[in-house]
């Protein structure tokens, strides 16, 4: 089985959790025998080859076919468009990231083919415009090579995903790893609405992953429920590492927030369950991980609070301070408002670090060994947050099950799953 | 063949989402909106309409059928405080002399595990109540959740109990029959009437499933069950929760048309007669004594204490709430030895139980949490401030 997949960022060049998930579940799909060209608009060469064909796709326009990196059993290729935009940011922060990238990008932006394609304003700038380049060289792709389904991952490759069903006539599905409402609450861009609508319409498959996005694509996209199914999202194992050093300099507890810090993730809901949970309990410190356009807001909140010495920022953290962070935390906190699915307290539980996530997160429906609360709801996060604290069984209990809960939730079983979708729409 | 019929009433006192800052604040531990609302609602859909009818069948049948109720001294509270037609129903039967009230923990707890000063104290009280509403003493006991081991027929037996009703547990009977009288090997002198958990089930927790090979359940087909009794054995013993009647197995799935018309059938087609604990033990020859080394219960596969003991959770929440024993009897303050016992119903622990994660959709169709991580913190933060407010009496005695 061949299948033809848009995605739109791959490891190590990721934002979100988009490329992570495109990575985990490409890798499980080829151990369940399928086969992909994997298409994305920018490919650094760098990407984990791991038994997959990559091809970069930079100039199909003007050179079809034309691969310039393949792995060497040549089963997933991988092509590229290039392109500044990232999936899971907010438009406000696209715009500022396009004005940076204007200034480096501007002689890079020359080398497309102006004549197989033209641009209509300047390269980066306009969203739809990305989106709708992707879509012109996703037909090209379609017309020249041989699949049997159509995979597309988000909406901004949704358009590609129509063009490319258009051209070749092989069934579409496409896959909600967030939608805007996620991304931008009750203030969705009517443009990416619509894109993501239209796709859904035009797929044969809507694929889900949480029961959550599920209920989204139904009830707010209007998509008939019959065509939607949800497929949870796996976690692959860490990677092999020396263990990192941990040392801590205060006696107290710690509790983390550790994710973008935009309206999606919910920080301020962390910062007052913080001092709900300070004013009883002088035993703990707080950590809020990460940065995003609601950063400076939260300093100012928590200054307000007059709680800064027990809550601290740390920005943006990665690599071993990641790893590091979790070693240092007695608690990790998930108060997302809304979240598709949500990988980070897995990753906590992976370290063996209770966590406390809101209701509103896919990743609450596979998960038994956690403690779940509304976002919105303060008090039950500042009293999850205590209890986890000082009510040792718990934490014995989640030190018990936790990680072993965590090895269980596997791509392959997304994988396996997927190919009988696959299968059943073939056979239709 | 006899047929022993004894119902189970319980109600638990809920927990309130009390939090941590609650603490040292206040101490309104209990959800008393949810815990009306559920007894009423129980009341309406269960205890009266099911009272009426074993009262027409005792009226209609007379001394051939009659039935036992254990109800639990929590629930006798909350009908007194939120629905005392309840206890005059009750009253009525119990005036027909065909009901043998039987005795169990005033807080349907898990006392009998732990400390043998609590638990007859808890006898105790449960007596006094069933005598002044009434007017029975007790001959015949039954342990919360019919947990019984060598330990507990020996205490049960000390109280002047020589009737206990448990479990027909497979892995203490092997191949004997649960319909046979039985006697504690620890303690010869007590009776033990076994449940015959595939005859009860299957109306207490089969009858209105529609997966179920003998859905549906008709009376005739289930006294044509009873009729295949061996003719050797003495008697089923038919032990469920009452509220099976209209409230887990719902008015429309046809259950009251079921309980009216089932004994009318065995006693007059299959010549069967229905008899308290009390009388068969009276009667019946005891077959063989049966060794319990480790408490048996009535719950799950495997008929063990794991729905309330046994993960970290529940271990532990069991030891601090018995470690306030010795100083709770010290204190000698009545509303906080009150509220310590309501904290010791078993339901609370239920609630803190694992095991449904794999199994069992029963443990949460009654589970008013969301998990066991939420009832075990929520039973934690009580049992904080209970401890802070046994503290300020220790330090400033009442007398002050």
Sequence with gaps: MKVLMFGWEFPPHISGGLGTACYGLTKAMLRSDMEILFVVPKLYGDEPAEGMKMISASGVEMHPGDEVFQSPDGKISLFEIDSTLLPYTTEEEYLKLAKELEKVQHVKKLQWDSKTYSFSGGYGKNLMEEVKRYAIVASNIAKTHDFEIIHAHDWLTYLAGIEARKISGKPLVVHMHATEFDRSGQHVNPAVFEIEQTGMQAADKVVAVSHLTRDTVIKKYGIDPDKVITVHNGVDPPAKKAPVETIRHFPEKIVTFLGRITFQKGPEYFIEAAHKVLQRDGNVRFVMAGSGDMLPRMIRRVAELDMGTRFHFTGFLRGADVDRMYGMSDAYVMPSVSEPFGISPLEAMRSNVPVIISKQSGVAEVLKHALKVDYWDVDGMADAIYGTLNYPALRTMFRKFGKKEVEGIKWDQAAIKLKKIYQHMLHE | ?400
Excluded at chain 2, 71 to 82: R, T, W
Excluded at chain 2, 316 to 333: G, N, P, S, T, V
Aim: hydrophobic letters at 40%.
């Design chain 2, 1 to 400: 063949m006899n047929i022993c019929l004894y119902f189970q009433v319980h109600q638990p006192y809920r927990l309130a989402a009390y939090r941590f800052f609650d603490i040292g604040d206040h101490d309104r531990y209990f959800d008393e909106y949810a815990n009306r609302f559920i007894l009423q609602q129980v009341a309406e859909k269960c205890y009266l309409p099911a009272n009426e009818v074993l009262m027409e069948l005792i009226e209609r049948y007379g001394d051939d059928f009659k039935v036992a109720f254990s109800i639990s001294g929590m629930a006798l509270e909350q009908f007194k405080a939120f629905e005392p037609k309840v206890i005059e129903s009750f009253q009525k039967l119990a005036n027909t002399g065909s009901v043998e009230f039987l005795a169990e923990t005033w807080a349907h707890s898990l006392a009998s595990l732990k400390s043998k000063k609590e638990f007859e104290a808890q006898v105790s009280m449960h007596e006094q109540a069933i005598w002044d509403l009434f007017g029975q003493k007790t001959v015949s006991f039954r342990n919360t959740e019919l947990i019984f081991s060598n330990d507990i027929a020996k205490m049960v037996n000390d109280m002047g109990y020589k009737t206990m009703l448990t479990e027909g547990a497979k892995h203490i009977l092997g191949w004997r029959s649960p319909n046979k009288l039985y006697t504690s090997a620890e303690v010869p002198a007590l009776r033990l009437l076994l449940k015959n958990f595939r005859l009860s089930d299957d109306i207490a927790f089969r009858f209105s499933n529609r997966d179920w090979k003998e859905w549906p359940l008709t009376a005739e087909k289930y006294v044509s069950w009873l009729q295949q009794v061996s003719s050797d054995d003495d008697v089923i013993n038919l032990f469920m929760d009452y509220e099976t009647f209209g409230e887990h197995q719902w008015k429309e799935t046809g259950i009251f048309d079921f309980l009216e018309a089932f004994p009318g059938l065995a006693i007059e087609q299959a010549g069967m007669r229905f008899k308290t604990p009390g009388i068969l033990a009276d009667e019946l020859k005891p077959e063989t004594e049966l060794d319990v080394p480790y408490p048996i219960s009535w719950a799950d596969e495997e008929r063990d204490l794991t729905a309330w003991l046994g993960n970290e959770l529940q271990d532990e929440a069991f030891e601090k709430l018995y470690d306030l024993e010795e100083d709770i009897y010290r204190i000698k303050d009545e509303k906080l030895l009150h509220t310590w016992r309501l904290l010791q119903t078993s339901d609370h622990f239920y609630y803190m139980c694992t095991k449904w994660f794999s199994d069992g959709d029963v443990h949460k169709y009654f589970n008013p949490y969301n998990s066991p991580y939420d009832a075990y913190i929520h039973y934690m933060n009580v049992l904080s401030d209970l401890y802070l407010r046994m503290q300020s009496k220790s330090i400033n005695p009442a007398s002050k």
